[in-house]
């Protein structure tokens, strides 16, 4: 596949740099899945800006303030969510899409369905969003991230699906 | 993707990363990377196209399940259903660094290199 494909000539450009720029790290985090898809319960993480309604929204003031900056909290999206439910925080995608069919950045329907099927165990009971743009990932890595794991920890998830956008 | 997903695998829980540009997941450290030739905003596919949506999502899962080591990449089959200039959707108004980079196209070597200007106050 090409993979900038589909992208506008500046995000392409931005990207293929982003990616040269990019050193793989010598070690890599592994935890094995010890049990067959078809036992796990599954959660997603998204990274569409997704805040329910009520639910404080990704910062979007704050980016065109300062656009070096992107809101890097995460928010909790219930598995029954729809589009009317929630909003999308993010400035570098078309919304229209999402704002039409949220199944497009976060297959809970979906997901549910293959749980229906068999094909997973279980679909988690909430799924969980973030924002990706993200220039300076620290706050995203020392505070985001291990939140965001522990949470996934007590809802004893066995296997997370990030979906980019 | 990357960075997120290798903490959630210290914390004892595996991940999966679906990913629109694999060569940039891949390089951040990703454990399991699925890639897949979507347009940005789109991962899953159109919206109310369910059967694309969940053989996109299944495949998915099942790709990444299979992974028996880390740094795995697979890329799925799936071959996208409009033209290039169809497919790419742009936000309107654009994204506020594209403006700021349209104005002051010499800040875009900051953005590239990661060497981010001093936060507004």
Known sequence: MDPYRYLPFLSRKVMQAWAERERPPERVSWTP?????????????????????????????????????GDDGWRTVPATATATDVGIHHLHIDRTPIEQDLEVVLPARRLAELAADGVIGEANRRH????????DATGLVTVTAPELGAELAADDVDLVLLVPV | MGLVANVVEDL??????????????????????????HPMG???????????????????????????????????????????????REPDPPPPIAQLLTSKPWLLPKLISGHLPDPVR
């Open chain 2, 12 to 37: 004892g829980i595996p991940t999966i990363c679906l990913s629109l540009i694999p060569p940039l997941t891949r390089n951040t450290g990703a454990p399991r990377v699925v890639g897949v030739a």
């Open chain 2, 42 to 88: 789109l991962p899953l596919g159109l919206p109310d196209h369910a059967a694309q949506q969940r053989a996109v999502l299944q495949a998915a899962l099942e790709a990444g399940a299979a992974m028996t080591e880390p740094r795995s990449y697979t890329e799925l089959p799936f071959e996208w259903p409009e033209r290039r200039s169809q497919a790419i």
């Open chain 1, 33 to 69: 899945l010890n049990r067959p898809l078809s036992q796990c319960r599954v959660a997603m993480i998204s990274t569409a800006g997704i805040a329910l309604a009520g639910d404080e929204p990704f910062a979007e003031q704050a980016e065109r303030d300062d656009p070096w900056r």
């Open chain 1, 128 to 135: 969980f969003s973030i924002m990706g743009y993200i220039l």
